[in-house]
T-cell receptor, first 113, second 115 residues
Framework: SAVISQKPSRDICQRGTSLTIQCQVD?????MFWYRQQPGQSLTLIAT?????????ESGFVIDKFPISRPNLTFSTLTVSNMSPEDSSIYLC??????????FGSGTRLTVV | DQQVKQNSPSLSVQEGRISILNCDYT??????FLWYKKYPAEGPTFLIS?????DKNEDGRFTVFLNKSAKHLSLHIVPSQPGDSAVYFC??????????????FGQGTTLQVKP
């Protein structure tokens, strides 16, 4: 299965600033996704990153807050904009080539102070 | 609306015994189910999956059972080992005619295997 390199692995940011998280896949994947895991909670899907077009966001998530890019089949970025302490979470990207082939990045642990 | 539920936040078992982790779902469109293991500071690692056309899938020490009528699945780990101590997530996908590829996760169960 594909291997995903995600960076940064962690960051501490000031409120009001933005952070861009990158995921690089070592092979082409059909779909890429971005998840958030808030402390003590499950992984919540933020959006599906669509190659060459706007991402598809889940309920409760908007493009202005979480702009996503996916310029090709192996790379995607998620930006957490205008951060507040409530954005402190682990952010994970995932890729799949089809049924059963889901792979996750190692996650970005974000702390907003 | 929590479509995938893991009602036990934690489970503790003795090394060598069986660990049973449970998961319930509400969306009848789900047709593919996966279990992931997650260690702190790492991304989830795929363990085992099952399609809705099956009721059992086995891979080494890991077996997943699916009861479609009850909308329930379980992960059995036999024998449990201390290295199995981690958070286990159940996930579901509707990959039939509406294949979006999205995974919906349960809340996770923290398994502790005591030596």
């Amino acid at each position: 299965s594909a291997v995903i390199s995600q960076k940064p692995s962690r960051d501490i940011c000031q409120r009001g600033t933005s952070l861009t998280i990158q995921c690089q896949v070592d092979s082409q994947v059909t779909m890429m996704f971005w998840y958030r895991q808030q402390p003590g909670q499950s992984l919540t899907l933020i959006a599906t990153a669509n190659q060459g077009s706007e991402a598809t966001y889940e309920s409760g998530f908007v493009i202005d807050k979480f702009p996503i890019s996916r310029p090709n089949l192996t790379f995607s970025t998620l930006t957490v904009s205008n951060m507040s302490p409530e954005d402190s979470s682990i952010y994970l990207c995932s890729g799949t080539t089809g049924r059963g082939g889901y792979t996750f990045g190692s996650g970005t642990r974000l702390t907003v102070v | 609306d929590q479509q995938v539920k893991q009602n036990s936040p934690s489970l503790s078992v003795q090394e060598g015994r069986i660990s049973i982790l449970n998961c319930d779902y509400t969306n009848s469109m789900f047709d593919y189910f996966l279990w992931y293991k997650k260690y702190p500071a790492e991304g989830p690692t795929f363990l085992i999956s099952i399609s809705s056309i099956k009721d059992k899938n086995e891979d080494g020490r890991f077996t997943v059972f699916l009861n479609k009528s009850a909308k329930h699945l379980s992960l059995h780990i036999v024998p449990s080992q201390p290295g199995d101590s981690a958070v286990y997530f159940c996930a579901a996908s509707a990959e039939g005619s509406s294949n979006t590829g999205k995974l919906i996760f349960g809340q996770g169960t923290t398994l502790q295997v005591k030596p």
